[in-house]
């Protein structure tokens, strides 16, 4: 597609519940990010794809969180035993990845309400 | 590995002021830099880029950037803010060699009051 894709744009789950928040990057970015943005806060990088590369999964938070990428398509990430603290806008971006292409491109986020 | 401080959390300037935004990187070489802008409601878009040459590089809505390597600081300015600026900035840095993930800082808020 033209952009990155983001989906569902909203979600609403209840507290216990897993949630599996899918990123269909720009056709041919081999690099891919998530990050969350809890309201009022900035970015919180979450973990970052490159290739085939081992996932850089630093900045998830907790084990209750994971991300998955097959190759340089879609990603997923995964909330398990969703809490009211993962309620946030969940952000994903893709780039070309190296060089002059690092410049990011993002969807238009998912925001999570856990009630 | 990089790092992106933005020093103010929120700032808040009158229509038609002039407005700077600061953003330090750490960085061992030249970085690629980044200033993104986050409307209320919208996604994040790219105001402008740094990879390179002249150091003033200029943005859409306005906005200009200066890198000054002496300083490690890439900090957005625009001359008249209008109430339309109002929104989340973030800076950002990337490395230019190799698989490198682009680092943002977390952000600075503008308020635009009349």
């Known amino acids: 597609g033209a952009g990155v894709s983001q989906s569902p744009s909203n979600k609403v789950t209840e507290k216990g519940k897993d949630v599996e928040l899918r990123c269909d990057p720009i056709?041919?970015?081999?690099?891919l990010y998530w990050y969350r943005q809890r309201l009022g806060q900035g970015l919180e990088f979450l973990i970052y794809?490159?290739?085939?590369?081992?996932?850089?999964k630093s900045g998830l938070p907790s084990d209750r969180f994971s991300a998955e990428r097959t190759g340089e398509s879609v990603s997923t990430l995964t909330i398990q035993r969703t809490q009211q603290e993962d309620s946030a806008v969940y952000l994903c971006a893709s780039s070309l990845g190296q060089g002059l292409n690092t410049e990011a491109f993002f969807g238009q986020g998912t925001r999570l309400t856990v009630v | 590995a990089q790092s992106v401080t933005q020093p103010d959390i929120h700032i808040t300037v009158s229509e038609g002021a002039s407005l700077e935004l600061r953003c330090n990187y750490s960085y061992g070489a030249t970085p690629y830099l980044f200033w993104y802008v986050q409307s209320p409601g919208q996604g994040l878009q790219l105001l402008l880029k740094y990879f390179s040459g002249d150091t003033l590089v200029q943005g859409i809505k306005g906005f200009e950037a200066e890198f000054k390597r002496s300083q490690s600081s890439f900090n957005l300015r625009k001359p008249s803010v209008h109430w339309s600026d109002a929104a989340e900035y973030f800076c950002a840095v990337g490395a230019p060699h190799g698989y490198q993930k682009v680092t943002f800082g977390t952000g600075t808020k503008l308020q635009v009051i009349p």
């Open positions: 794809f490159q290739g085939n590369s081992a996932p850089d």
């Open positions: 056709s041919g970015h081999t690099a």
